[in-house]
Every structure is written in structure tokens, then in C-alpha cells.
């Protein structure tokens, strides 16, 4: 059985401008074990599929 000072797991769905923000504002509050999953990352700027640049 996990402790209750153990963090919670929390999962976030998609790396653009929302789903970053939401993950480091968790994260901020402490306590929390956040993972992002996407189809893309902020990493390759130059794919179409990751607009959240120009947002």
C-alpha cells in the first residue's frame, strides 16, 4: 500500500501551449508525479504537426 506522502501520479495528454502549462502548474504545487504523453514534443520546431510555436 503507497504512503500518503508518496506523490500521485498524474497524467497529461498532449505537449502543446495547454498541456505544458497544465504539467509544470501541477508540478509547482508539488506533491505530484507528472507524465506528458503526446504525439509530438517541442523538440523538432520544424514538424507540421507541432504548431504550438505559433500560437
Not at 3 to 25: D, E, H, Q
Not at 45 to 54: D, H
Request: glycine share 10%; net charge positive.
Amino acid at each position: 500500500m503507497a504512503s500518503s506522502n508518496a506523490p500521485k501520479k498524474v497524467v497529461v495528454i498532449g505537449a502543446g501551449v495547454v498541456g505544458l502549462t497544465t504539467s509544470v502548474k501541477i508540478q509547482e504545487k508539488g506533491g505530484y508525479n507528472v507524465t506528458i504523453i503526446a504525439e509530438t514534443f517541442p523538440g523538432d520546431p520544424k514538424t507540421i504537426k507541432y504548431t504550438s510555436l505559433w500560437a
